[in-house]
Structure formats: structure tokens, C-alpha cells
């Protein structure tokens, strides 16, 4: 199983600079053959946008700004977290974005 970078494009994360995020990431992980950069529609954690998720580790990255995309993309590439990008969105919405991971087959 592969693993996922989902990238939220809700207007929040736009205009946060998420389209800039997701074209920076998938050109730093090109070359990842386990990983594969996709969008999302939105997370619904707009107050600490732009946000990613990587699956099947369950990370929540926010405040992911395009001059970070650097430092987030050699985080996924080894398995590393970055804490100062983590655990800042709600349980409630962590919690319901994540059951949705699993009900679609992505946990």
C-alpha cells in the first residue's frame, strides 16, 4: 500500500496559498514512487489553514505555507514529524476527517 499526501483545496487553504503547496510537493515527491500527492475538496479546518494530510500515518500538517513545502516534503519522504506544523487542528474535526479516511479505504 502506498502512501497518500492529500492536499486541502477549500477556499480557505486557496487563498492561504494551497495551490502553490500542492505543485510544490508534487514536484519534491516526483520521484517517490510509494507516494502519491492528491487533493482534496476540504478538511473543514480553515482557521489553521493551508493543510495536508498524510495517510496511512494519520499526520495532520497545518499552516503549511509554500516556502515550507521544502522541510514538509523531506518530513514525509523519511517518516519524520515536524512539530511545529502538527496538532493544531480540533479533535472533532481531526477525528471526523480521519473516520472518513477509513470509511473510504484509505486508514
Known amino acids: 500500500m502506498g502512501r497518500h499526501v492529500w492536499v486541502c483545496l477549500g477556499a480557505s487553504c486557496r487563498r492561504s496559498g494551497s495551490p502553490e503547496v500542492l505543485a510544490r510537493l508534487e514536484q519534491a515527491l516526483a520521484e517517490e514512487v510509494d507516494i502519491e500527492v492528491r487533493r482534496y475538496l476540504c478538511f473543514g ?25 521544502v522541510h514538509v516534503a523531506e518530513a514525509i519522504r ?24 477509513a470509511q473510504d479505504g484509505e486508514s
Request: glycine share 4%; with cysteine; hydrophobic share 45%.
Open 45 to 69: 479546518a480553515c482557521t489553521v489553514s493551508p493543510n495536508i494530510v498524510v495517510m496511512p500515518e494519520r499526520l495532520w500538517y497545518s499552516y503549511v505555507f509554500p516556502e515550507y513545502v
Open 78 to 101: 523519511h517518516g519524520k514529524v515536524l512539530p511545529g506544523l502538527a496538532h493544531h487542528v480540533r479533535p472533532m474535526i481531526h477525528d471526523a476527517v480521519f473516520r472518513q479516511f
